[in-house]
């Protein structure tokens, strides 16, 4: 599948859930494992659950396979893998504490957001504006 339509339909499963302060980087030049690293905050257990649930289930509608999900039984951190994208939900102290961004943060992506009449459901999130113009979505 096309990197950059993964790459949105994680963005828009994660607004779909109200994911807060959503950052996308390009990991081609770090790793061989992975194109991307979504971070996403959430404000509880709960939510970070329903984040990885709702990632999880785009990722199955998409027809990928071998999708993991790992950290579901504390809800501070939950990881999905879909094979190009490792999503990484977080609530803020936890992501404070890890600081992802500073490991994974080299090559932040340009998300094109989408205007709000076509969306779903309203961003909550903000996404960063910098980054290759090649890696709009």
């Known amino acids: 599948m ?7 339909a994680v963005i828009d499963a994660l607004e779909d859930v109200k994911a807060q302060d959503i950052k996308v980087y390009n990991t081609t030049h770090l790793t061989s494992l992975f194109d ?9 257990n709960r ?3 329903a984040l990885a649930s709702s990632v999880a289930d785009r990722g199955r509608e998409l027809n990928l396979t071998g999708i993991t999900v790992e950290g579901e039984d504390t809800g501070e951190w939950v990881v999905v893998d879909l094979g ?9 102290a936890i992501r404070q504490y890890y600081n992802l961004e500073e ?5 932040p992506v340009r998300v094109k957001l989408l205007p709000e009449s076509t969306r779903a459901v309203p961003s909550a999130g903000s996404y960063d504006a910098v980054g290759d113009d090649e890696d709009l979505a």
Do not use: C, E, N, Y
């Open 103 to 107: 490991i994974w943060g080299g090559r």
């Open 2 to 8: 096309d990197i950059q339509k993964l790459q949105r």
């Open 47 to 49: 939510q970070t659950r």
């Open 36 to 44: 991307r690293v979504v971070i996403a905050s959430a404000t509880s």
């Open 84 to 92: 190009d994208i490792v999503v990484h939900l977080m609530q803020p």
